[in-house]
């Protein structure tokens, strides 16, 4: 028991560049091992930090106010790098961190077919099971921005336009 308890107080103390691809959450959405690969692996790499600030990502997801108390998600997701009001930084950790692109993203292994996550943030921003005690949004803003990133990076992977 001890062990484990020292186990988990040294994962909690790593942080940072070492961590940057294993830092996964404990239920993930969908097959992390999947996500790296092939089609979603390029979609990444395409991602340009132009079409990011074009797109609106960093002020969009970094202005949605909750329905049912203060508070904005940068509030209290900066340390968790899920957001950023800094679209530098939030690009920089969506480029980098699987954990981060899977909120955003999904990759269906079978078909090969990348696509924006309707999923996953608009269910925790309406409380639903597991995040019952989350605090309440609509993410419609956010997911908007996502997509004009999603367009953008796709049709530059289309015309072969990646830099
Ligand atoms: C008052 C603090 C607070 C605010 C504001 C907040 N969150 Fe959260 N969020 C949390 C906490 C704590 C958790 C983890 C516990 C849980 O799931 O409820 C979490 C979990 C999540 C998760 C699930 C992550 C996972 O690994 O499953 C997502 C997605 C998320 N938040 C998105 C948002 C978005 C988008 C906003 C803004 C619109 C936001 N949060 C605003 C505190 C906050």
Redesign the pocket.
């Known amino acids: 028991m001890r062990r484990i308890l020292l186990l988990l107080a040294l994962t909690s103390c790593i942080d940072g560049d070492q961590m940057i691809e294993r830092d996964e959450?404990e239920?993930p959405?969908f097959d992390l091992s999947s996500a790296q690969t092939g089609d979603f692996a390029a979609f990444m790499a395409c991602m340009n930090y132009d079409d990011f600030v074009a797109s609106n990502m960093a002020p969009a997801?970094s202005t949605?106010a909750?329905t049912n108390?203060t508070?904005?998600?940068t509030?209290?997701?900066t340390a968790d790098g899920?957001?950023s009001g800094d679209a530098q930084e939030f690009f920089d950790t969506l480029k980098q961190r699987t954990?981060v692109q899977v909120?955003f993203f999904t990759f269906d292994r079978v078909n090969d077919v990348v696509d924006v996550n309707e999923e996953?943030?608009p269910r925790?921003?309406k409380a639903v099971v597991?995040?019952?005690?989350?605090?309440r949004?609509n993410?419609n803003k956010?997911l908007d921005a996502t997509y004009a990133l999603y367009q953008r990076t796709m049709t530059r992977l289309a015309s072969n336009n990646c830099k």
């Open positions: 959450p239920i959405p997801w949605i909750m108390q508070g904005t998600c509030g209290c997701h899920m957001f954990y909120q996953t943030i925790v921003g597991p995040y019952t005690e989350h605090p949004f993410a956010g």
